[in-house]
């Protein structure tokens, strides 16, 4: 991925929580506001995940208290109980997104390069099956409203539906431009954002039918920022937005996610190096020294 489409792609990952929470309403937005009131953390230290240099989503299972990592050609579990890493799921071509199923038992992991989705047991982690999507498999979650694996092709430009009841494709959606990431509002529908054309559409996931399109105002994202930072919002009644804390992480920290009980927040990051001689000071090339989890906690 270039530089530009780097960024471009922080910009419109971060921006979908906040469609979604402006389409499902003021009443459950301030609802989430409320709970979600602690919003000053401390970094608690890092999870070494090592080599290889490159990751994507992160995971977390409340139940199992686990944190899947897509982590190239695999995906790295981490106990967070122990911070260590307990296993992986592999082999992967260009590891993206995961969804988590515990009432089944089974996890799921697309392989970009082959466009496919790789069905793993959640107990010994070993892959028991994989189904054919599109190429570019990328962002993937479990919608529990329908019941459903959803997964997100940029390249081929469309939504895959998966029943994990059976790992059957239910239908494939065409979408309007290169989907990156999404939400769902619970209700059956998911938010997805166009990576290409700065935009959120509204897909009913039973129907199979996109429905209205919201362009972004880059201005207004609120994300885990690749040079160092997480904003943090607040979300009051009318739709009401603010900035009420930047917390430092690491420089390259774009990917993120969160245990929805305690609060804590999971970065990952990478360490840059010097790649080049340093004798030639004008030129130097910078790359990444291995992978890491950082932690969050909320302050009391």
Not at 59 to 79: C, E, G, K, N, Q
Not at 160 to 177: E, H, S, Y
């Amino acid at each position: 991925m270039n530089q530009k489409g780097y960024f471009g792609r922080i910009v419109a990952c971060g921006i979908v929580a906040a469609a979604v929470t402006a389409a499902i309403g003021p009443k459950n937005a301030y609802a989430e506001s409320t709970m979600a009131s602690r919003v000053d953390y401390e970094f608690t230290g890092d999870i070494s995940l090592s080599a290889p240099n490159f990751n994507d989503y992160l995971t977390f299972d409340p139940a199992s208290r686990r944190l899947y990592v897509s982590h190239v050609d695999r995906v790295t579990v981490v106990d967070v109980e122990s911070r260590t890493v307990v296993g992986s799921v592999a082999p992967l071509k260009d590891s993206h997104g995961m969804a988590i199923v515990p009432k089944l038992g089974k996890g799921y992991a697309d392989s970009g390069d082959d466009g496919v989705v790789k069905v793993f047991n959640l107990s010994d982690l070993k892959i028991i099956k994989q189904i054919k999507v599109s190429v570019d498999a990328d962002g993937m979650i479990f919608d529990e409203s329908t019941n459903t694996i959803l997964v997100v092709a940029g390249d081929s430009k469309n939504l895959t539906v998966i029943n994990p009841a059976d790992d059957t494709v239910t239908r494939t959606v065409t979408l309007p431009g290169k989907p990156e990431f999404f939400a769902v509002d619970g209700a059956g529908n998911a938010y997805i954002n166009m990576a290409d054309t700065a935009s959120v559409v509204k897909v009913n996931i039973k129907a199979g039918t996109v429905g209205a399109t919201w362009p972004l105002q880059r201005r207004l994202v609120f994300s885990s920022n690749g040079p160092g930072t997480i904003t943090a919002i607040s979300i009051a009644p009318n739709d009401q937005f603010a900035v009420v804390r930047t917390i430092p992480t690491f420089f390259g920290g774009r990917n993120m996610t969160l245990d929805p009980n305690s609060g804590e927040l999971f970065v990952t990051h990478g360490h840059m190096k010097v790649l080049s001689s340093m004798k030639d000071v004008l030129n130097l090339k910078f790359g990444w020294d291995g992978i890491e989890v950082a932690t969050f906690q909320p302050r009391p």
